[in-house]
């Protein structure tokens, strides 16, 4: 549920009783992008839980078909205060400078504080406590370890395939040898770069892929 919006300057919070709607950042990368652009800010990057409200989109671009206020699909935010936000952060770093200028520091944890209170002030889209970056740890772990698991498979999947390539080669090479197929016939049913190898060569790699270990991640 929406608590807030990202857009710089804009106060509107979410609130069941008041007529303003909240729409989450496009997931279609081109629209995703010319969204961020228009929000103006910079080094951001829009997650999941990232809102606009209805503030800053034309009448236009609303469905109103429904039930529910919707976006169309080619709908975009063009209503931006920018000079009253730029004005509203000059004042606030100004009231701050005079605020520090005028409180004398008694130990490391006064300093922090207010360090701390300035990235809440200029990074409104942060954590908010430690627990919501604890959780956003723990899920982008478990992502890595799925990760990690379906990369195993794979690499096994290529091992297995590559052993049975070895093993059909060599297999054909020999019948060739033996003179129970035709001279040339691995060269028509075979890839060009495991027909070209010689017998013995097949057999050793043969041998290499039964004792080769599959690398541990």
């Known amino acids: ?8 300057g804009c106060a509107a919070t979410y609130n069941k ?6 729409h989450r950042f496009p997931l279609d990368p081109k629209r995703r992008k010319e969204w961020v652009r228009l929000v103006r800010r910079k080094n951001f990057v829009p997650g999941k839980h990232t809102f606009l409200c209805s503030k800053h989109f ?14 169309k699909m080619d709908a975009v935010p ?7 936000h730029i004005k509203s952060m000059k004042l606030k770093s100004r009231n701050l400078l005079k605020k520090n200028e005028s409180f004398t520091p008694t130990g490391p944890c006064n300093l922090k504080l207010n360090n701390s209170q300035q990235v809440l002030l200029e ?16 899920k ?6 799925s990760l990690r698991r379906k990369m195993k498979t794979c690499l096994q999947r290529e091992r297995r395939a590559t052993r049975r390539w070895i093993k059909t080669t060599y297999f054909v090479k020999s019948l060739e ?7 040339g016939i691995s060269e028509h049913i075979l890839p060009a770069t495991l027909s070209s190898l010689p017998l013995e060569d097949l057999k ?3 041998q290499d892929q039964q004792d080769k270990a599959l690398p541990v991640l």
């Open 140 to 145: 982008l772990e478990k992502e890595i370890a």
């Open 1 to 8: 549920m929406p608590t807030n919006c990202a857009a710089a």
């Open 204 to 206: 050793i790699l043969d």
């Open 17 to 22: 009783h008041i007529n303003i709607s909240f």
């Open 58 to 71: 034309e009448a236009s671009c609303f469905d109103l078909t429904g039930q529910t206020r919707r976006l």
């Open 78 to 84: 063009t209503i931006f205060d920018f000079c009253t």
């Open 177 to 183: 040898a033996s003179n129970m197929l035709p001279k």
């Open 123 to 138: 990074h409104s889209y942060a954590f908010r406590n430690p627990m919501e970056a604890k959780k956003r740890i723990i």
